[in-house]
């Protein structure tokens, strides 16, 4: 008999276990850029220690205001200390940050640019409790907010490079959180995040693989195994979802065989749609094979188990490619 | 440093009720300019602004982003019409500008939007101010300014959920520069309040906050209320303010459907005239 998977307590790790990993890049990167950003305070809603902030509280205890169980407080609150020239870093999940707090995120922080920084954990399918907490859909609900910048970094290096980045930028920003033991995938010497720049961290022709957050991980897994089908892949990495990099990724388009794109969300109102909106802007009419969640929520189980079901593991991606190439 | 209108120890009554019967003037006036508008609560909400703005406020009219100034939050962005009224009058904005409201590309809009000056949040959304004044009120505190924060909010806005999530944080961190007006006008955009709100101020003191309730069209009341909140009590504070919508023109007082009145053109003199004649 097989042992079936189960489902794991909130804050499992998000490694794979393939890669080196940093343990809460997050909360340790925030404390280290509060130590020259002094304006810098730290907030959650009952979820410090999920969210990975308390490395921050720790070393910054004045700081750190935990408001209870009440999201658009935590937002309201975040909102009125910006306004008092300080750059709060709110944590909570992604589906209690859009779904409880939308008009909150609108109006106190987008509309007026108020220098919030709302972080999201448990982005897409990184959690086994269901659709209580997968925020699946937190690309669409927060780039239709004018001003507000959106990002989903992809590992250990870049949640450390953002995190400097979204201090020194005068705005608002909602981030998805990887959290716990994160995957280095990026080299820190050689990767330089930049908030609205997509990145080519791979070089290929016959398939190119349009990806952002945790995706860009088992991209690049995926290319290494069409690599040894003899197919050359290359992986253009988008960390920010908005401003989108539309240039960047038609040159990218442009230059390679079967377009794929790669997302930890719903295929519709993220990823996907930007990448052939902007394709279609710009005249160019491609098939795209958009990897990510169907229109469906997601049940309770083990990651592992679901990651593999719903096709966001590395050999599902090359099985997909390989399908659609026929 | 031109700051206004420093607490005094004595409660100038009489020149404030003048001060808001200046702002009553400047309500019809607009209102009538616009036909129709959230007049009732403005008139209702008028003597706390002349309060607020001519004696318990510290800001500078000319310098309204002053970064040690106290912050007024109106909660309630649809009241915009007293705002505006009270911001001409204290001289934040002219008073030759509120002939503009509601018009189009006017700065004074007929629900707020921060872009005015003197304007503190955005704030049409309700359950918006008394989340964003803790903030501001624990901003303050973490730069050891003598910022006070003051958020306006209504009975009917006590509805959103938002609003104790506010009220439990801002008790637990003890913001005792926090105070929050609740006009209690006993109106919403459905009529008569549709929910049991009361006991309104033991809502309040319940959740810790040190709470008081006045007369909200009484100015010694009013004056006095807000000399109480100046404690440092460890406790943020609350006035209930029970106002008449209307207030200062009986037939506004009297409407049943006061919370957007519409008014004839030929009304508005009869309407003026009556503010002159029953102020006070």
Same mark, same amino acid.
């Given at each position: 008999?097989?042992?079936?998977?189960?489902?794991?307590?909130?804050? #499992?790790?998000?490694?794979?276990?393939?890669?080196?990993?940093?343990?809460? %890049?997050?909360?340790?990167?925030?404390?280290?850029? !509060?130590?020259?950003?002094?304006?810098?305070?730290?907030?959650?809603?009952?979820?410090?220690?999920?969210?990975?902030?308390?490395?921050?509280?720790?070393?910054?205890?004045?700081?750190?205001?935990?408001?209870?169980?009440?999201? +658009?407080? $935590?937002? !309201?609150?975040?909102?009125?200390?910006?306004?008092?020239?300080?750059?709060?870093?709110?944590?909570?999940?992604?589906?209690?940050?859009?779904?409880?707090?939308?008009?909150?995120?609108?109006?106190?922080?987008?509309?007026?640019?108020?220098?919030?920084?709302?972080?999201?954990?448990?982005?897409?399918?990184?959690?086994?409790?269901?659709?209580?907490? +997968?925020?699946?859909?937190?690309?669409?609900?927060?780039? $239709?907010?004018?001003?507000?910048?959106?990002?989903? %970094?992809?590992?250990?290096?870049?949640?450390?490079?953002?995190? +400097?980045?979204?201090?020194?930028?005068?705005?608002?920003?909602?981030?998805?959180?990887?959290?716990?033991?994160?995957?280095?995938?990026?080299?820190?010497?050689?990767?330089?995040?930049?908030?609205?720049?997509?990145?080519?961290?791979?070089?290929?022709?016959?398939?190119?693989?349009?990806?952002?957050?945790?995706?860009?991980?088992?991209?690049?897994?995926?290319?290494?195994?069409?690599?040894?089908?003899?197919?050359?892949?290359?992986?253009?990495?988008?960390?920010?979802?908005?401003?989108?990099?539309?240039?960047?990724?038609?040159?990218?388009?442009?230059?390679?065989? #079967?377009?794929?794109?790669?997302?930890?969300?719903?295929?519709?109102?993220?990823?996907?749609?930007?990448?052939?909106?902007? $394709?279609?802007?710009?005249?160019?009419?491609?098939?795209? $094979?958009?990897?990510?969640?169907?229109?469906?929520?997601?049940?309770?189980?083990?990651?592992?188990?679901?990651?593999?079901?719903?096709?966001?593991?590395?050999?599902?991606?090359?099985?997909?490619?390989? !399908?659609?190439?026929? | 440093?031109?700051?206004?209108?420093?607490?005094?120890?004595?409660?100038?009554?009489?020149?404030?009720?003048?001060?808001?019967?200046? =702002?009553?003037?400047?309500?019809?006036?607009?209102?009538?300019?616009?036909?129709?508008?959230?007049?009732?609560?403005?008139?209702?909400?008028?003597?706390?602004?002349?309060?607020?703005? &001519?004696?318990?406020?510290?800001?500078?009219?000319?310098?309204?982003?002053?970064?040690?100034?106290?912050? &007024?939050?109106?909660?309630?962005?649809?009241?915009?019409?007293? @705002?505006?009224?009270?911001?001409?009058?204290?001289?934040?904005?002219?008073?030759? /500008? @509120? *002939?503009?409201?509601?018009?189009?590309?006017?700065?004074?809009?007929?629900?707020?939007?921060?872009?005015?000056?003197?304007?503190?949040?955005?704030?049409?959304?309700?359950?918006?101010?008394?989340?964003?004044?803790?903030?501001?009120? =624990?901003?303050?505190?973490?730069?050891?300014?003598?910022?006070?924060? &003051?958020?306006?909010?209504?009975?009917?806005?006590?509805?959103?959920?938002?609003?104790?999530?506010?009220?439990?944080?801002?008790?637990?961190?003890?913001?005792?520069?926090?105070?929050?007006?609740?006009?209690?006008?006993?109106?919403?955009? *459905?009529?008569?309040?549709?929910?049991?709100? /009361?006991?309104?101020?033991?809502?309040?003191?319940?959740?810790?906050?040190?709470?008081?309730?006045?007369?909200?069209?009484?100015?010694?009341?009013?004056?006095?209320?807000?000399?109480?909140?100046?404690?440092?009590?460890?406790?943020?504070?609350?006035?209930?303010?029970?106002?008449?919508?209307?207030?200062?023109?009986?037939?506004?007082?009297?409407?049943?459907?006061?919370? &957007?009145?519409?008014?004839?053109?030929?009304?508005?003199?009869? @309407?003026?005239?009556?503010?002159?004649?029953?102020?006070?």
């Amino acid at each position: 008999m097989v042992e079936r998977g189960r489902t794991l307590a909130m804050g #499992q790790d998000e490694t794979t276990g393939t890669r080196p990993t940093v343990e809460a %890049p997050f909360g340790k990167a925030l404390a280290d850029v !509060a130590r020259t950003h002094d304006k810098i305070v730290g907030l959650t809603a009952d979820l410090g220690k999920y969210t990975d902030i308390l490395p921050f509280r720790d070393a910054h205890p004045g700081r750190f205001f935990n408001v209870g169980m009440a999201e +658009q407080n $935590l937002v !309201a609150i975040a909102a009125g200390l910006a306004r008092t020239g300080h750059i709060p870093f709110a944590t909570t999940y992604g589906v209690f940050a859009t779904r409880r707090a939308y008009d909150f995120i609108a109006i106190a922080c987008a509309h007026s640019r108020v220098n919030v920084k709302i972080i999201a954990g448990l982005p897409g399918l990184t959690t086994g409790y269901g659709g209580t907490h +997968q925020a699946i859909e937190d690309f669409g609900l927060m780039r $239709l907010i004018p001003n507000l910048v959106v990002i989903d %970094p992809c590992d250990a290096t870049e949640i450390a490079q953002a995190t +400097q980045a979204l201090a020194d930028y005068d705005g608002p920003v909602y981030m998805r959180l990887l959290r716990g033991l994160v995957p280095v995938v990026l080299d820190p010497a050689r990767y330089r995040f930049r908030i609205g720049v997509a990145t080519r961290i791979r070089e290929g022709s016959d398939i190119g693989i349009v990806s952002t957050g945790l995706m860009t991980e088992r991209a690049l897994d995926t290319a290494d195994a069409l690599a040894r089908r003899g197919l050359s892949v290359g992986v253009l990495h988008v960390p920010t979802i908005k401003p989108f990099d539309a240039d960047a990724v038609a040159e990218f388009a442009a230059a390679v065989g #079967q377009l794929v794109t790669a997302e930890n969300h719903v295929t519709s109102g993220g990823l996907a749609s930007l990448v052939a909106e902007a $394709l279609f802007e710009r005249g160019v009419a491609r098939s795209l $094979l958009r990897i990510g969640l169907p229109d469906s929520f997601v049940p309770c189980g083990s990651v592992a188990t679901l990651q593999d079901r719903y096709g966001l593991t590395a050999p599902r991606m090359a099985a997909a490619i390989l !399908a659609a190439r026929g | 440093m031109a700051v206004k209108n420093l607490p005094a120890d004595t409660s100038p009554v009489s020149f404030l009720q003048g001060v808001a019967l200046n =702002l009553r003037r400047h309500m019809v006036a607009m209102a009538r300019r616009q036909g129709a508008g959230y007049i009732a609560q403005g008139l209702g909400i008028a003597d706390t602004l002349a309060a607020l703005y &001519f004696h318990e406020l510290r800001y500078d009219p000319a310098r309204p982003d002053w970064v040690g100034r106290d912050r &007024f939050l109106l909660s309630t962005g649809h009241y915009s019409i007293a @705002l505006w009224a009270a911001l001409a009058e204290a001289g934040v904005i002219p008073v030759a /500008e @509120l *002939d503009s409201y509601g018009a189009d590309d006017s700065r004074l809009d007929m629900s707020t939007l921060d872009t005015t000056p003197g304007v503190e949040m955005i704030g049409g959304s309700l359950g918006h101010g008394l989340g964003q004044a803790v903030g501001m009120a =624990l901003g303050l505190r973490l730069q050891q300014s003598e910022g006070r924060v &003051f958020c306006e909010l209504s009975d009917g806005e006590m509805q959103e959920g938002a609003t104790w999530e506010a009220a439990m944080a801002g008790a637990s961190f003890g913001l005792d520069t926090l105070v929050a007006l609740i006009d209690c006008n006993g109106i919403q955009a *459905d009529g008569a309040i549709v929910l049991r709100m /009361e006991p309104v101020a033991d809502k309040w003191r319940a959740f810790g906050w040190e709470t008081t309730e006045i007369d909200g069209n009484d100015m010694a009341q009013i004056v006095n209320a807000l000399h109480g909140a100046r404690s440092r009590s460890g406790k943020p504070k609350a006035i209930v303010l029970r106002t008449t919508p209307g207030k200062g023109i009986p037939t506004l007082e009297h409407r049943e459907r006061a919370h &957007f009145v519409r008014v004839d053109l030929g009304e508005w003199d009869a @309407l003026a005239r009556e503010l002159e004649t029953f102020h006070g």
